[in-house]
Each structure stands twice: as C-alpha cells, then as structure tokens.
C-alpha cells in the first residue's frame, strides 16, 4: 500500500497531535451543550473515533453517509444521502466531523440538511482543507491541515474504496488512477 505514495505529507504523530489539539478546543466550546457530534461516513471513520476521545465532556454522536465521489478522484457535483442519522436534530448543538473539504459540496449540502431541520447550531470540524479544490464557498469552524491540490489519500480518504486504512496521510502516485 505505502508503495503506491508518492509522498506523506503528515504521520501518524503529527495528526494524532492535531487531533488532541481540535478536542480540546471542542472540548472548551461545547461544555454543558451536549453536543451530537456527526460523522460524516466513511471518510471520517477514523478521524471521528480518534477526536472523541480526545473530548472530555458528555456528547452523543451519531452517523450519516453521504458520497458523491463514487470510484473517481473527481467529485460528481451530487451528494447523496446513503444513510441517515439516526438521532432528531432539533435544537441540538451539532458537530459536523468530516475528513476533509475540498469542493465545499458534501459540506454546504449537510449543513443546508441539518439546518433545514431546525438544528440550534451547526459547527463544521475538518480534518484536512483543499482550498484549491473549492466550488462553494465553505469554511470550516475548525480546521487541522490545509493541503495542497492533489489527490490524497489514508487517514480514512480512499482512491475507489482503497488506503483507508493507512495512518497517514500521502500524496496517491498517479500512476494508479491513471491506469
Ligand atoms: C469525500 C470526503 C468528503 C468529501 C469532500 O467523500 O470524505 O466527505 O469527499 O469533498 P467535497 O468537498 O468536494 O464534497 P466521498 O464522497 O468520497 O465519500 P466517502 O467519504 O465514503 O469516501
Ligand atoms: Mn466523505
Ligand atoms: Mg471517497
């Protein structure tokens, strides 16, 4: 798998770092608000689950799936809700976790999605930012790192499905989706 990078542009440690860094200011922020935090499947799987425990005050969190990559490094432009949550989102403070923006689509999609729904607050936490990549204009509340304009992978990001599961975060050599 690690054969297929072309460069790490951060390890393990520097995005467990990160990490800790974002849950402590979620921490501080959502105190005594019980947030639902949402994971935004499947690219913030592991993102999600290693910023919660880096939280230390009560929250509940829920998941919905949404894609509109499918098997290409480009975004199809239409997002779609493949699971829902499972929780009502009235009143609620959200925390929209999700690996990475870069068209701003699936985002300005969710977030018109939880507001319609008469959430109290919608905050968007992002692991990874590819500005370059913006359609609409989107911003994350809190934001890890900001990437260059390539396609990349791991840390839950895939190519087709593939390198979820690396630590890390790498550049995919593009030779293997260009084949
Ligand atoms: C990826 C990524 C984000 C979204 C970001 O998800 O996990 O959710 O694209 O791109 P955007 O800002 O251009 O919308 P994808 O649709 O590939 O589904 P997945 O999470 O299941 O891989
Ligand atoms: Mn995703
Ligand atoms: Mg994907």
């Known amino acids: 798998m690690l054969n297929d990078i072309q460069e790490v542009l951060y ?32 690219g913030a799987f592991i993102f999600m689950s290693d910023l919660v425990k880096t939280i230390d005050i009560p ?16 975004t199809s432009g239409v997002v779609k809700i493949i699971k829902d949550l499972d929780s009502p989102v009235q009143g609620r403070d959200i ?11 699936t985002l300005s999609y969710l ?9 109290k607050s919608v905050t968007l936490v ?6 370059t990549g913006r ?11 900001v990437l260059p304009d390539a396609f990349v992978v791991g840390y839950g990001l895939d190519y087709a499905e593939k390198y979820r599961n690396l630590p890390l ?11």
Request: charged share 30%; with cysteine; proline share 3%.
């Open 111 to 119: 977030i018109d999605v939880l507001e319609r729904r008469n959430a």
């Open 59 to 74: 929250l509940e969190i829920d998941f919905m799936a949404v894609s509109s990559y499918g098997q290409s490094t480009k």
């Open 135 to 145: 359609k609409v204009e989107l911003e994350a509340d809190y934001k890890g790192f």
């Open 11 to 42: 390890d393990a440690d520097q995005i467990q770092q990160k990490v800790s860094e974002l849950g402590a200011i979620i921490s501080r922020e959502f105190e005594g608000r019980n947030p639902l935090v949402i994971c935004v499947l499947k």
């Open 95 to 105: 925390v929209i976790v999700e690996d990475i923006i870069d068209s701003g689509l």
């Open 126 to 131: 992002a692991l990874f930012d590819k500005p």
């Open 169 to 179: 975060i790498g550049i995919l050599k593009p030779e293997i989706y260009e084949k």
